[in-house]
């Protein structure tokens, strides 16, 4: 991500809750309740942004458990961090994940609301699997609307790494890079598909 797009990031913070009307907690806990996530897993959350999941996943994974939340906006970091810094299980690092390395190991990764700002996302799913996935480990793309609704919001934005195309399509995209993929939910208001290693 370069600085013009984390300058971006930065400016939005302040206001990004308010604005973030899809993500309400009866969403994002249904969102949660369908990616079999439980207790004890070690949890990474891509793009964090505002936190939106940490409340939910901290309570998912319980004490055996451990969130890992990362963004490479300050200003979003900022405001995670005084909502839920408290969260003895959620640990909260600064770096872009496309470029830097994550330590540690886990069973889930999740990119929620961030797939579209991927720049290289056959390299960075294939750095994740390699670097950071448990053998059985899973990745999962999801959206709290339907790529209609995510497409209207970066209209303007002509980038083509904006674009999201259907569960279906980006499942079958995803296949064809060398993975086991499942559309978990392709409705108005979910959008998920799970990756695995073959």
Request: aromatic share 8%.
């Amino acid at each position: 991500m370069n600085q013009s797009e984390i300058d971006f990031f930065d400016a939005l913070a302040p206001s990004w809750d308010e604005n973030e009307i899809r993500s309400t907690p009866e969403r994002v806990k249904h969102i949660l309740s369908e990616l079999t996530i439980s207790k004890g897993m070690d949890v990474l959350d891509l793009g964090t942004g505002t936190g939106v999941l940490l409340p939910y996943l901290s309570e998912i994974v319980g004490p055996e458990g451990h969130v890992t939340a990362i963004d490479l906006s300050e200003g979003m970091l900022s405001i995670a961090r005084k909502k839920y810094g408290h969260l003895e299980n959620v640990e909260f690092l600064k770096l872009d994940f496309e470029e830097e390395q994550i330590p540690g190991k886990y069973d889930v990764a999740l990119l929620y609301s961030v797939y579209p700002h991927l720049h290289a996302p056959a390299d960075t799913l294939k750095w994740l699997f390699k670097m950071n996935m448990k053998p059985d480990g899973r990745i999962v793309i999801a959206f709290p609307s339907d790529e209609e609704f995510i497409n209207s919001i970066h209209h303007e934005r002509k980038a083509e790494h904006d674009h999201l195309p259907p569960a279906h399509m980006l499942a079958e995209m995803i296949r064809h890079w060398g993975y086991k993929t499942e559309v978990i939910a392709a409705t108005p208001d979910e959008y998920i598909v799970e990756i695995k290693n073959l």
